[in-house]
Nanobody
Framework: VQLQASGGGLVQAGDSLRLSCAAS????????MAWFRQASGKEREFVSGISGSGGITDYADSVKGRFTISRDNTKNTAYLQMNSLKSEDTAVYYC??????????????????WGQGTQVTVSS
């Protein structure tokens, strides 16, 4: 399995970005997908997760109402639409996957495949 994250960049506070995570190697629709982030000097944290069908999503409290996770199983790609970005959203964002598992608790799944990370920098 390979996960390729992209879409990061340098933006100003209040701007939007859309991250993409392209997956290959296994049946994408059988995966639970998630986004995590790690800011400099901090631990990696869960941002958002989505079930294989897209019917179940979850978000960290810090991004609820601003970020939206989605997936296109025909394109083997998951997305993270980030609106109203804040300086505290600055981090390296990683996509993650867990295959052949169904769970309603997408936040606490043990994700075992990880992408390489994409940097998001929000200037205030």
């Amino acid at each position: 399995v390979q996960l390729q994250a992209s879409g990061g960049g340098l933006v100003q506070a209040g701007d939007s970005l859309r991250l993409s995570c392209a997956a290959s190697g296994r049946t994408f629709s059988r995966s639970i997908m998630a986004w995590f982030r790690q800011a400099s000097g901090k631990e990696r944290e869960f941002v958002s997760g989505i079930s294989g069908s897209g019917g179940i999503t979850d978000y960290a409290d810090s991004v609820k109402g601003r970020f939206t996770i989605s997936r296109d199983n025909t394109k083997n790609t998951a997305y993270l639409q980030m609106n109203s970005l804040k300086s505290e959203d600055t981090a390296v964002y990683y996509c993650a996957a867990r295959y052949d598992m169904s769970s309603r608790d997408v936040k606490n799944v043990l994700y075992n495949y990880w992408g390489q990370g994409t940097q998001v920098t929000v200037s205030s």
